[in-house]
């Protein structure tokens, strides 16, 4: 989206600084958006590893820093509709080699080997909470074919309990404003659910950290 996105405008009603971690269009956790198989595209987890792999950055030290929270925000490309072939054959290609949608499973197993990730890299639970976002709309639905990836997320976060793993739905207020507000390509946000899921964000984040 053109507009600032909810996790920004959470993070200056938090008054806190942020850092965007593998902010690539298309990425899924065990696939990606359309089935399209691009060597360019990568996971979310090594997108997240990515983050740290150079040392260039204005901010000295950053990388060693430890956050007060991770917010995931992804996987709902891994239920995509498989557009890749159609795309390929359009193109009058026949060696294509689409993915097929991910399964419930997958994308949970997928989720709970990033938290481990996330985990490896900031160990103590009580200083960095991990916040698993859910962002499907009653619009998405239809594109994405069902809202799995939240449950998905809920069956990830059974396997963390007391680890300071925490899942917010923002699938109502998305549902809400797409029948008030309406959406733009594909079913992405407006800029009145971006401030809506905001201020739902900045006021968890406040819960779970500790910053009431």
Not at 54 to 73: F, G, L, M, T, Y
Not at 103 to 118: F, G, H, K, R, Y
Not at 164 to 174: A, E, K
Request: aromatic share 10%; proline share 4%; net charge neutral.
């Amino acid at each position: 989206s053109l507009w600032p996105h909810h996790h920004g405008q959470a993070a200056r009603l938090l008054k806190s600084g942020y850092v965007l971690s593998g902010v690539q269009s298309a990425t899924g956790l065990a696939r990606q958006y359309g089935g399209f198989t691009y060597s360019t595209l990568l996971t979310a987890a090594e997108m997240f590893e990515s983050t740290f792999s150079s040392k260039k950055s204005p901010w000295e030290d950053w990388d060693r820093s430890i956050p007060h929270a991770v917010v995931v925000s992804t996987g709902k490309n891994d239920f995509s509709k498989n557009f890749c072939q159609s795309s390929y054959v359009f193109h009058s290609k026949s060696d294509y080699n689409c993915s097929e949608p991910s399964t419930q499973e997958q994308v949970a197993q997928s989720m709970v080997d990033l938290v481990v990730l996330i985990r490896a890299r900031y160990p103590d639970a009580e200083k960095t909470k991990i916040v698993l976002v859910c962002e499907t709309s009653l619009e998405e639905v239809v594109l994405f074919e069902g809202d799995r990836a939240c449950a998905a997320f809920k069956d990830a976060a059974q396997q963390f309990l007391q680890q300071g793993v925490h899942v917010l739905d923002l699938s109502p207020i998305f549902g809400e404003v797409g029948r008030v507000d309406g959406w733009t390509c594909q079913a992405h946000p407006s800029p009145e659910a971006h401030r809506r899921a905001a201020v739902q964000l900045a006021a968890f984040l406040r819960k779970v950290v500790g910053w009431l």
